[in-house]
């Protein structure tokens, strides 16, 4: 199984931007899904971003970074990334990145998931 890990979260200010990287150990199948979900605390994790993996490379959003994030991989390093930009106090969370052979927005239709990392965004 293909483990997941994440880095680059941190604590930002109002505006700042900030680049999160997923690196997969392991087999990567062609035409699997890598998610980004986050998590606030006392609220429920959420859809935040996917990529086909393979020569399509299909990206999804959810509305609320739709236009300023960017997902993206590389391939060589077997690694996605999830650019965010313009970010707010809303967009604080635990970042958790995910597999599978499906695309879904629902979390509980994803069990390989990395440890997460913490993005804070305050003044």
């Known amino acids: 199984q293909v483990q997941l890990a994440e880095s680059g979260g941190g604590l930002v200010q109002p505006g700042d931007s900030l680049r999160l990287a997923c690196v997969a150990s392991?087999?990567?199948?062609?035409?699997?899904?890598f998610t980004w979900f986050r998590q606030a605390p006392g609220k429920e994790r959420e859809f935040v971003a996917g990529?086909?993996?393979?020569?399509?490379?299909?990206?999804y959003y959810a509305n609320a970074v739709k236009g300023r994030s960017t997902i993206s991989r590389d391939d060589a390093k077997n690694t996605v990334f999830l650019q965010m930009n313009d970010l707010s106090r809303e967009d604080t969370a635990v970042y958790f990145c995910?597999?599978?052979?499906?695309?879904?927005?629902?979390?509980?239709?994803?069990?390989?998931w990395g440890q997460g990392t913490q993005v804070a965004v305050s003044s």
């Open positions: 990529i086909r993996w393979g020569s399509t490379g299909t990206t």
């Open positions: 392991g087999r990567i199948i062609e035409g699997d899904y």
């Open positions: 995910a597999v599978g052979a499906h695309m879904s927005t629902f979390p509980e239709n994803w069990h390989n």
